[in-house]
C-alpha cells in the first residue's frame, strides 16, 4: 500500500510542475516533509541530503560564478563577435558560447552575450539568440561544472552509489556529441526569423499603459476631440474601463476618469503623450518619466517577480523605477501593465530613477538589454586573478590534488578577503530554491527506495523492455529525462529521472554508469520547448519567438543530439 501512495504522489507532483500550478522548490519540499511525516525517511536522512557533498559543490560554485560574471572579459569577448557575414557572425557566437559555458556558468555567458547581441544593429538578433542558448546547452554538457545538472547528476551518485563523477567524464561522449550537434545547429540557424528591432513589423513591441487622472481636461470628450487619432508613431489599441476591455476603440468613444488607454507603437515614440494633461504613465507623469533614463531588461530565473503582477510587489518602491512596456516573445499582452503576472524572460522597459543603479537586488532580477545601466565590474587585476584562481581550482580537481569542493571554498575565501564578493552579495544571490530542490529530490529518492517503489519501477522498466535487453531500458531512461527536461525543468527532470535509471540498471544486472550518464544528457537535451530552461527564457522575448520557432531549429537539433548521445554512450561506458 505504501509503494502505491508514493508512485501516486509522485506522479501527482509531476502534474503540478508541468500544469505549472506549484514552484518546483514547493513541490520537492512538500513531497520530502509529507514522506518524512509518513516515516519513510527519518529527519537525519533528510538533513544529511540538504549537506550532500556534491550538492554542496554546485553551490560554491554557483557562487562563485557571481566573481567570474563581473569580469570584463565576457564583455569584452561578446563586444567583438558580432560583425561581418551573418553565418560567420553565428559560428563565432556559438562557439565562443560553447567553449565559455563548458566551464563558467552558462546563464551569465548568455546574460552578457544577450545585451551585446541585443544593442547592435548590423545582424538581426533573431538570427543569433537561439543559436547562443542553444551552444551554451552543447558545451555546458561536456564537464562536470559547465552545467548544473551535472552537478545534480554527480550528486545522486554520491548519494546512491557513494561516489562523485569526474570533471571530464562527461566529455568522452559531450565532446563528439556537441560537434555533431553543433555542426546541425549552424546549418539550420538560416531558417531563423529576422526581426529588425528597427523594422515596421516590430510596431507591435511594447504596449504602454497610460491612466487617466479625473482631474484631466480630456474627461467627457471623445477619442477624436481630444487628438488622440493622429499620434506619431503611437496607436491607441484599447481602453481598460472598470474591469472591462473596449477595442477596437472607436473615434466617438467618450473618454472617462479613471481609463487606461493602451497604446502600442514605437517607444521611442513615448514623448508623443507628454502633451495631453492628466494622462499619467502607469501612475506617473510623462514628462516625470521621461526625464529619467529608459533602460530595457529581461526578467531573470532568480527574480522574486516571477508570476507575480508590478501592482502587488510595488514595483516603483522597489526599483524606483516605472514600467513603461512589457513584452513576451511576439505575444500581444491585453490589459493594464500593473495587472499581468509576469514570467521570467519577459522584457520590460523601465524608465528609472536617479539611484536606481543604487539597489542590490538588480543582478538577481534582471539581465540588461539596452539603456545606460552600468553595472560594477571588477578591474583588469581583480579580473585576472579570479579567473587565473577558478582555472587553477578546475587543475587541481582534474589532476586529483585538491577536491572540487576544497578548491572552490577556498577560492571563495579569498574572494570575501579580497572583496571581490561580500556576504550580503552572497546572501541576496544564494541558489536557495536550487538547495531546496535537490536536497528535497535526494531524500524523495530515498524513500523511493525504502518503500519498494523504486524496485517497482524498476520491475515495471524490465517488464516493458524485456527481450530487448539494456540497452532499449537505457533508450527509455533518456527519453524519460528528455521529455521531462521539456516539460519541467533540466534539474527536476534530472532529480525525477535518476532513481528510475538507478533501478533499472541493477533490474537488469547492468552497470550503471551509462544509465547515469543517458540521465545527464537527457536532462541538458532542452531544445523543442522555451519554458524548460532559464537561458531560452532569457532570449524568447528579445529575439521576438515564438514556439514555432524553437520547434523548427529545436526538432532536428534534439534528433541529432539524442542519436549521438544514445549511439556513443553504451560505446564509451559499456554496460
Known sequence: MTTWVVLLSLAGLLVLLISGRVRPAVGFVSLAVAYLLMGLVDTATLLRQYTNPALATLLLLLLVSLALERSPLLERVSNRLVDGHPGRATFKVMGTSAVLSAFLNNTAVVATFLGAISRQRQIAPSRLLIPLSYASILGGMTTLVGTSTNLVVSSFAMSTAGFELSMFQFSWVGLPVALI??????????????????????????????DLHPGSEMVGRSIEANGLRSLEGLYLLEIERHGRLISPVGPEEVLQAGDTLVFTGEVGKVQALQRFPGLRLFGHQADDLLATNLVEVVISHESELAGRTLQEVDFRSMFNAGVVGIRRGGKRLEGQLGKIPLRVGDCLLMAVGSDFRQHRNL???????????????????????TLAGFATVIALATWGVLSLFQGLLLLLGALLVGSVLSPAELRRRFPFELWLIIGSALAIAQALEHSGAAGLMAQGMQAVFDGHGPYA??????????????TVTNNAAAALAFPVAWSTAQAFGADPMPFIMVVAYGASACFLIPYGYQTHLMVYSPGRYSLKDFLRIGLPVSLTYSVAVL?????????
Open 567 to 575: 549511439v556513443l554512450t553504451p560505446w564509451v561506458f559499456p554496460f
Open 473 to 486: 531500458a537505457l533508450v527509455g531512461c533518456y527519453l524519460l529525462a528528455l521529455v521531462l527536461t521539456e
Open 181 to 210: 550537434t553543433f555542426l546541425v545547429l549552424l546549418w539550420q540557424s538560416r531558417r531563423l526569423p529576422h526581426h529588425q528591432p528597427e523594422a515596421a513589423a516590430d510596431a507591435l513591441s511594447y504596449f504602454l499603459a497610460a
Open 363 to 385: 543582478d538577481r532580477n534582471f539581465h540588461l538589454l539596452s539603456g545606460s545601466l552600468t553595472r560594477p565590474r571588477l578591474n583588469r587585476l581583480e579580473s585576472g586573478l
